[in-house]
């Protein structure tokens, strides 16, 4: 049941006409504790009209940091279920270097909870939203630009593989 729901809301996503809602919404899930990587997805809209490059950039770092800004609020009214770990290097770290820490949110499977932990340690809110997004905009803007300079036919390769 559950298969089919995601298949149907992939199916959904995928749609043309729905091209930068869906990486609004993708980029959104994937920035919470959800495991999902967006960049196939920005990538997929800016390799089908290269018009859409930075309004799918925009878009994606737009809901990658609204998502980190879900986590920073999971965190912040964690402190109960965290209280125990008060003492790991990681706080210790995020107390220390404050919300330029932040910065690192764009990380794969290190962002997002060092999101939650900076709500944890009630960084300031605003300072923290912003080094979110700057990383999180870097790595959209690397990534995006590295995917394009890959040749056409490594991608219909792949698919060929993977069909």
């Not at 749609?15 to 990587?37: C, E, K, Y």
């Not at 060092?114 to 905009?137: D, E, V």
Request: with cysteine.
């Amino acid at each position: 049941m559950i298969e089919s729901a995601v298949l149907w809301l992939l199916k959904v996503l995928a749609a043309p006409a729905v091209g930068l809602s869906s990486v609004f919404i993708i980029s959104f899930v994937s920035a919470t504790l959800v495991p999902l990587g967006s960049e196939p997805a920005v990538f997929a809209v800016v390799k089908a009209n290269h018009e859409m490059f930075w309004p799918a950039i925009l878009v994606a770092t737009l809901g990658n940091t609204l998502g980190g800004a879900v986590d920073y609020f999971i965190g912040y009214r964690a402190k109960v279920a965290f209280a125990k770990e008060r003492e790991t290097v990681w706080f210790k770290w995020l107390a220390r270097f404050g919300p330029k820490a932040m910065l690192l949110s764009w990380v794969p499977a290190v962002g997002d909870p060092l999101c939650t932990l900076g709500g944890w340690l009630h960084l300031p809110f605003w300072p923290s939203i912003g080094y979110m997004a700057i990383g999180k905009f870097g790595r959209y803007l690397t990534m995006t630009s590295v995917l394009l300079y890959v040749p056409d036919g490594f991608w219909k390769q792949l698919g060929q593989m993977l069909a």
